[in-house]
């Protein structure tokens, strides 16, 4: 899981890791800061009236060791697990910050996740809690204890003075892979690493004190977390506002009352934006940077971000594992919008291979470096096939890299479908087919689609009359998952093509569609 002690060493010695933990950081932060805002939440849709929650650097390394005591008194510790399943409110950070103090790992879980997922997470973690925004939550992970939002347990921060924190090479917290596989791999992040990634992306991206950054993509989203995200800004003394949707309906008013620099959004949010900027009588005109990743973004669209948003788009291209890309501010308009960015570290070390592992032009990208994981958390038989011998992490990523270093995404060598950002693990859609009675064999692929990128479409060989479509996507809402991977379209067939060796022809499944 860990780098070998040389090339950690090294990491070190360049300066990338600097021996801080997230705790380190906030109590820096907060005494540099103090009165600042950090954290900006508009008043909830259901209020009447208020102008919403505004937190100090302060106030947050308050709340957050206050809280972490509370946790504290419910036995909560170093190492232990906690599932955390929030909005974008200031509590979220409030959460992780505590867990951090305790050296308590979070484990990420996006808003969408239902029962199948988050009862899978709190049980291959062993959570020792689980923290959800409400009572109607607890019964996605029953057998785990809950701590709703609202009624968060607090304590005395001199109950922490003689805890032993977390070491700066310990993992700090589990991100969710968009893996192809199955449920989710889990990405264990230490704290130096992520915080290296995150302060390197928050200067990449000019961020400074007087910096606003609007945090519009679910808040546990590796993206909204730190490329730069909420933690960059958190790093460079800038607020960040939280929106509860990215909607342009709720985002641009809040662009134009806490004037907001820079913010990220998916490909096909972008283009709402940009259908929406038109006809908007709100002021974005602080609006600096638009950030845009998760997937693709065709030339095409990323031409339009100047011209109708009067900003500078920035192009990301990363993942959760690790690498992140980016487009530089001051590069020329035909890279950015042409290309997905350069990698952020010096020390990112990347490959293109073919199909042998031989170096080409276009083919699979490898990566390892200061801030890509060695392995999954408890996967080792996994971490064979995805991590090469001497450590490269292989993303599954189909790229060419321009001569200036700049890397082109050209598809994915993985049997993943991303739809509009939301990963999708074919596997995982089609074991929850096979468990209706009347489905006997099923392929999921990624179809085209010209707003969300990608769609999914199920192939499904039947046993005897096919059932209605409408049924099916109930059974999979009743089977507990989340309602972005149920199938947008069902195909009913007698038999799936094959390869030469008899295995399914997932291409020429996709050609049909």
């Known amino acids: 899981m860990h780098w070998p002690d040389d090339i950690a060493a090294r990491y070190r010695a360049a300066g990338y890791w600097k021996g801080e933990t997230f705790g380190d950081m906030l109590r820096e932060l907060a005494g540099r800061y103090g009165p600042r805002p950090a954290l900006i939440a508009p008043p909830a849709p259901d209020a009447t009236g208020g102008a919403g929650t505004r937190w100090s650097f302060g106030d947050l390394a308050e709340r957050a060791d206050r809280l972490a005591a509370g946790l504290h008194g419910l036995g909560i510790g170093h190492g232990d697990r906690v599932v955390v399943q929030l909005p974008n409110v200031p509590e979220f950070y409030q959460v992780c910050f505590a867990l951090f103090r305790l050296g308590a790992l979070p484990v990420f879980a996006l808003p969408a996740h239902r029962s199948a997922e988050i009862s899978y997470f709190c049980a291959f973690t062993e959570a020792a809690a689980y923290v959800c925004p409400d009572d109607a939550h607890r019964a996605l992970a029953p057998d785990t204890p809950a701590l709703v939002l609202g009624d968060l347990p607090e304590g005395d921060p001199a109950v922490l003075a003689g805890l032993p924190g977390p070491a700066p090479g310990d993992v700090a917290f589990l991100q969710l892979s968009g893996g192809s596989t199955g449920l989710p791999k889990l990405i264990p992040r230490t704290h130096d690493d992520y915080i290296y990634s995150f302060r390197a992306s928050a200067e990449i991206c000019a961020l400074t004190p007087e910096s606003v950054y609007l945090c519009a993509l679910p ?212 074991n929850h087919l096979l468990a209706h009675p009347s489905v006997h064999d099923a392929s999921v692929v990624a179809v085209p689609d010209p707003y969300l990128g990608e769609r999914s479409c199920a192939y499904l060989i039947c046993r005897g009359e096919a059932p209605a479509k409408a049924e099916l996507r109930a059974f999979l809402r009743e089977r507990g998952i989340a309602a972005f991977k149920i199938p947008d379209r069902f195909e009913f067939v007698d038999a799936f093509p094959q390869t030469a060796v008899g295995k399914v022809s997932k291409r020429h499944l996709r050609e049909r569609t």
Request: charge should be negative; hydrophobic fraction near 40%.
């Open 219 to 430: 808040a546990a989203h590796n993206f909204p977390m730190s490329s730069p995200g909420v933690f960059g800004a958190l790093s460079a003394g800038a607020a960040s506002v939280l929106a509860p949707d990215p909607s342009p309906g709720t985002c641009f008013p809040l662009v134009e009352r806490e004037r907001v620099t820079i913010t990220a959004l998916v490909p096909p949010l972008a283009l709402v934006w940009l259908d929406a900027a038109a006809g908007t009588a709100h002021d974005l005109s602080s609006l600096e940077v638009l950030q845009v990743g998760g997937a693709k973004f065709s030339e095409e669209a990323a031409k339009r971000v100047r011209p109708e948003l009067g900003c500078t788009l920035q192009q990301v291209f990363g993942m959760a594992e690790g690498l992140v890309n980016y487009t530089r501010l001051d590069d020329p308009e035909d890279v950015i919008v042409s290309t997905q960015g350069r990698p952020i570290s010096p020390d990112d070390e990347i490959l293109i291979v073919d199909d042998d592992d031989r170096e080409t032009d276009e083919g699979h990208l490898l990566t390892r470096g200061p801030y890509t994981i060695r392995g999954y958390w408890r996967a080792e038989e996994h971490n064979k096939l995805a991590f090469t011998a001497d450590g490269f992490y292989r993303t599954g990523d189909i790229v060419r890299r321009t001569p200036g270093g700049h890397l082109v995404v050209e598809g994915r060598a993985k049997d993943q479908i991303n739809r509009g950002g939301d990963k999708i693990a074919a596997e995982e859609v089609e």
